[in-house]
């Protein structure tokens, strides 16, 4: 009997490490690199942007918590300010075809124009690639790495998970705290936080 049991244990055990991603990424490790194609067609590889911090952003444009940042203008004046300092901010969308916020190169160009966006450049993961890469689960999602490659934040870009766009009204900001706090050399003081929004639309994601 015992025996039956340790073997359902491992067996439960073997599944739910095949259910995590290659590379469960954590704060405090080195960001996984990876390589994606922009809305214009060019190559980024987050090795070329060693020596600066970058901004990850998980998107997608159907999701109403993600249109409470983008439709209040929030998520563009965060992406201009932090731009303007030397920050990379990379827009993924991981929205497979057929699933919601999916959009060609064409479609992103054109919602990006009309949302007045201001990232680094947008990039299109239709086959969820980099998105597992970071096991990132909902939209939005905010990911930040230091100049050395470090994962430094990871989570909610605040603290109000709701799509109502009156609640950005005092709420607290972590991307903002994080890089505020990095940048001036100090420890970041919410490195991780729990990600709130619509689950990124994969292509198995039901």
Request: glycine share 8%.
């Amino acid at each position: 009997m015992r025996g039956k049991k340790s073997a359902i244990v491992l067996a439960v055990a073997l599944a739910a490490l095949a259910a995590q991603p290659l590379w469960a990424v954590r704060v405090g490790q080195a960001a996984p690199d990876f390589t994606g194609t922009d809305t214009h067609g060019a190559t980024h590889r987050l090795s070329d942007y060693h020596g600066k911090f970058v901004v990850l952003e998980w998107q997608n444009r159907g999701c109403p918590y993600t249109r409470k940042h983008y439709d209040s203008g929030n998520m563009q004046r965060l992406q201009k300010e932090w731009t303007a300092r030397g920050v990379i901010w990379l827009t993924i969308i991981s929205s497979a075809p057929g699933k919601q916020g999916y959009m060609d190169a064409s479609q992103a160009n054109a919602y990006f124009q009309q949302m007045h966006a201001a990232s680094t450049a947008v990039l299109l993961d239709p086959q969820g690639t980099i998105g597992h890469l970071y096991d990132a689960k909902t939209t939005p999602e905010i990911y930040i790495i230091d100049p050395q490659g470090a994962l430094i934040y990871e989570g909610a870009i605040d603290n109000r998970p709701t799509p109502d766009p009156s609640s950005l009204e005092g709420a607290t900001n972590y991307l903002d705290l994080a890089l505020t706090e990095a940048m001036a050399g100090k420890p970041v003081t919410m490195p991780a936080t729990r990600p709130y929004g619509c689950s990124v639309k994969y292509a198995d994601e039901p």
